[in-house]
């Protein structure tokens, strides 16, 4: 029930197109929704993040779609570029104040060509 | 805004031996900050949770007195691996949450550890 799982596990793009990462989780004690960027030997870094009375958010070229009754978020990338090659991973957090803790998604890694 | 970084980047040790890393967040206090552990390829583990002022809370097979975990202040908490073996090689990433940041989680940029 803690899980949350990330799919697919590895994506291909070419330049300019969309990429789609999907995640879904069981636990609907789950609040806040967050996604990460990793770029191999870095720490993750923060690219957007939802909670579950909103439907969507954009951040540029990022969008968080949520579907609350599907328990089922994803993250969409337009435009995609080069630089976008990194390991994406998605996260379910539940608590109060700033305890919560994280669970991650399995990752995503993905390849944009130029 | 929302530093947070790790010391030392890269760390290698004889099997045995006691390794320190520290965890710092550099423009924003820090009551709660987490240490993860990563795989090559593989998703990051939550190894513990550290509020300031008070003891670590471990995850379920995470060995408490082989991963000793101290938050000094609101800036700075750090993780000691105790008597190290090859299989505690891997990397390590801690988090930080901001005092009035609700639950976002700032990442440090981790520390590799390789232990011969």
């Not at chain 1, 870094?45 to 779609?65: H, N």
């Not at chain 2, 998703?43 to 949770?49: F, G, I, P, R, Y």
């Not at chain 2, 471990?58 to 007195?65: A, T, W």
């Amino acid at each position: 029930q803690q899980q949350v799982k990330q799919s697919p596990q590895s994506l291909i793009v070419q330049k300019g197109g969309i990429s789609i990462i999907n995640c879904a989780y069981e636990n609907t004690a789950f609040d806040y929704f967050p996604w990460y960027q990793q770029f191999p030997g870095k720490g993750p870094a923060l690219l957007i993040a939802i909670r579950p009375d909103v439907s969507e958010k954009k951040e540029g070229r990022f969008t968080i779609s949520f579907n609350k009754s599907a328990k089922q978020f994803s993250l969409h990338i337009m435009d995609s570029q080069p630089g976008d090659s990194a390991t994406y991973f998605c996260a379910a957090s539940i608590g109060s104040g700033n305890t919560g803790k994280l669970i991650f998604g399995q990752g995503t890694t993905l390849q944009v060509k130029p | 805004g929302a530093v947070v970084s790790q010391h030392p980047s890269r760390v290698i040790c004889k099997s045995g031996t006691s390794v320190k890393i520290e965890c710092r967040s550099l423009d924003f206090q820090a009551t709660t900050m987490f240490w993860y552990r990563q795989f090559p390829k593989k998703s990051l583990m939550l190894m513990a949770t550290s509020n300031e002022g008070s003891k670590a809370t471990y995850e379920q097979g995470v060995e408490k007195d082989k991963f000793l975990i101290n938050h000094a202040s609101l800036t700075l908490s750090t993780l000691t691996v105790t008597s190290a073996h090859p299989e505690d090689s891997s990397f390590y990433i801690c988090s930080a949450s901001p005092r009035r940041g609700g639950r976002t989680q700032y990442f440090g940029p981790g520390t590799r550890l390789l232990v011969l």
